[in-house]
């Protein structure tokens, strides 16, 4: 079957360490995968786009990165502030089109 | 732009009763998106648009639920008769869709909780 995973239990890291979240996939061939961001009571937020012969992309403190043989993303915010603090979704598409699967989001706090 | 605007922001109903969730897209945004979002399934893709046309419903989960987008700035997701199982924050997201087929990023609105009594 299809699945998106992520990191089910929350992420608690210290302020200015390197978060880092993981999302798998299974039985997909994604052509691209994006990470949103999203706050209590909130839409989710777009934050990156990577396509499948990316292998790396960064914006500011953030970074992504897709191996299309492992079947994962990882997202790395260095830096961490506890602004950072929130829901992290990974996305893909299913088609190769615009029907856009989510991941359930990984939550992370950032202490101060 | 006042970004992805999206009515009521809460709507509390009973069940049985029909529901009506609106949207405005993104001026210039030619993929409108409605997705669902609880606890249990996580974000839910319901049904997309392309240019006001339908492209999936295979998300809808069944026939109580429709959505029509008669223009480019209007959409409307509606559930009759609702259920208690229904109860859940209905998002609405638009994208520009490029050339290359790669999906541009989406834009949600700010959500509906939606509680069926």
């Known amino acids: 079957s299809q699945k998106i995973e992520q990191n089910s239990e929350a992420l608690n890291i210290q302020e200015g360490k390197t978060a880092t979240l993981t999302c798998n996939y299974t039985n997909y061939s994604p052509a691209y995968l994006q990470w949103y961001r999203q706050d209590p009571g909130r839409g989710p937020v777009f934050l990156l786009l990577?396509?499948?012969?990316?292998k790396e992309k960064r914006k500011e403190r953030l970074k992504v990165t897709f191996d299309t043989t492992l079947k994962q993303s990882l997202f790395h915010i260095t830096a961490s502030q506890p602004a950072d603090s929130a829901t992290y979704l990974c996305a893909l598409d299913d088609t190769g089109g615009f029907k856009t699967i989510f991941g359930a989001g990984t939550r992370l706090f950032v202490k101060a | 732009d006042a970004g992805v605007i999206q009515s009521p922001r809460h709507e509390v109903t009973e069940m049985g009763q029909e529901v009506t969730l609106r949207c405005k897209p993104i001026?210039?945004?030619?993929?409108l998106f409605w997705y669902r979002q609880t606890m249990m399934r996580g974000l839910e893709l319901l049904i997309y648009?392309?240019?006001?046309?339908?492209?999936?419903d295979s998300g809808m989960p069944e026939d109580r639920f429709s959505a029509k987008m008669p223009n480019a700035s209007f959409s409307t997701l509606k559930i009759q008769p609702s259920e208690p199982r229904d109860s859940a924050v209905y998002f609405c997201?638009?994208?520009?869709?490029?050339?290359?087929?790669?999906?541009?990023?989406?834009?949600f609105g700010p959500g509906t909780r939606l509680t069926v009594l």
């Open positions: 990577i396509r499948e012969n990316e």
């Open positions: 648009f392309n240019n006001n046309v339908p492209i999936d």
């Open positions: 001026s210039g945004h030619d993929y």
């Open positions: 997201a638009s994208s520009q869709g490029t050339s290359g087929g790669y999906n541009n990023e989406q834009f």
